[in-house]
């Protein structure tokens, strides 16, 4: 017997105490020091270790693996798809970290032509899948008279279809689409806050200036007023992180919180195709979590408000048990599509309306680019030569294919994960006790 090839051992954040976790047995463990040593040493009574896996054959292992492989792409296979749809690339804020603003915006505009060979398309090549669709841009929701009638076409076609509807907005007009959204399938709205007043309208204003974050909490109020389930996402950097206390209070203080229709996001501000012109503000992935589990020492409603991740320490400690190992963690071209109103067809959010990524046409031609399409649904970790022999492969997946590429020039490369360390951290926040 010898060590499992895939087990995370550390130290915890702030404790003498260690921990073990092993996604493909889904073992995890707090070990005193004196297991550790045991462990370490492969001394004493080791019979636990590998009856939970971290002692093993590795012949056995290799079997498990490839049984739990083959499992996990068969219920892929099953998995819900979220089809997203562009409807524009134009937006009426000013973001000032927006990785859409070096776009070049498209003569073509969106019509009802487009829309009907989206949905003539889906249900084609999506026919037999679970689906919803999201509403994405630019931003969707401008308040155009013939864009929020063809709005209401694709939410009114979505509902006769029986086909849930998401968004993702910057909320700015959704006090004048309440009327339309009642009347749909909605799944969510996500929606942006960058913190309380000050904050948010210094970050997100208006083009040409002017203040956005009143109508947004009016819209947020008047989303859950509906029964419509809003997915609140605060962009986080350097800038606004020590604002994240008063906007959790703040959502406390509405009553947001108290209400099951809703929910929370960090979305760490990063580069994706572009330097941004202020990197001095930009988090790292281990940084951000650490200033986060020092604020939520410091603030504890924080968790009330939001539940950090952790990588799996937060879904560890809500169901007392590990996720199934994750032997691929991009969704592009699995259970994730885009689709954008010039007609052509994308991987994911992270591609759409990037120049060169297109992956087919759905109009005014249905093709598809089939070797492009197939370097995307082939890469998961065992096409990754860095993480075929990682031991955080099967809690990382190898990363975001997009990230990947932009990184290091070819899709089948890694964006690694700072597993081991993000654990030190949420084991040491959420098992403290």
Known sequence: MIPSKYNIVSKIKDSENYFIVNSLHGSADILEPELFEQLQNQQGNLVEFAEKGYLVDPAEEQKLFRKKYLQFLEDREKDEVQIFFVTNYSCNFDCSYCYQAGYELPKQQLNRKVIDAFFTHIGQHFAARRKYITLFGGEPFLNAPAHKELMQYIIEQSTLLGIEVAAVTNAYHLVDYIDILKEGKIREIQVTLDGTGEMHNHRRPLKGGGATFDRIVKGIDLLLENKISVNLRMVVDRENIGNLPDLAQLAIDKGWTASPLFKTQLGRNYELHECQANQQRLYTRLDLYQDLYLLLQQYPHIGEFHKPSF???????????????????????????????????????????????????????????????????????????????????????????????????????????????????????????
């Open 311 to 433: 990588s799996v320490s937060k879904f560890l400690f809500e169901n007392g048990e590990m996720p199934e190992p994750l032997f691929d963690a991009c969704t592009g071209t699995k259970t994730e599509w885009a689709f954008d109103f010039t007609g052509n067809v994308y991987a994911c959010t992270a591609t759409v309306g990037k120049e060169g990524e297109s992956l087919g046409t759905f109009y005014p031609i249905d093709q598809r680019f089939n070797e492009a399409i197939e370097n995307w649904e082939e890469r998961d970790i065992l096409s990754i030569p860095k993480c075929r022999d990682c031991n955080l492969a099967l809690i990382c997946g190898g990363g975001c294919a997009s990230m990947a590429k932009n990184y290091n020039g070819e899709l089948n490369s890694h964006d690694c994960r700072p597993i081991t360390e993000l654990l030190e951290l949420g084991i040491g926040h959420y098992f403290k006790d």
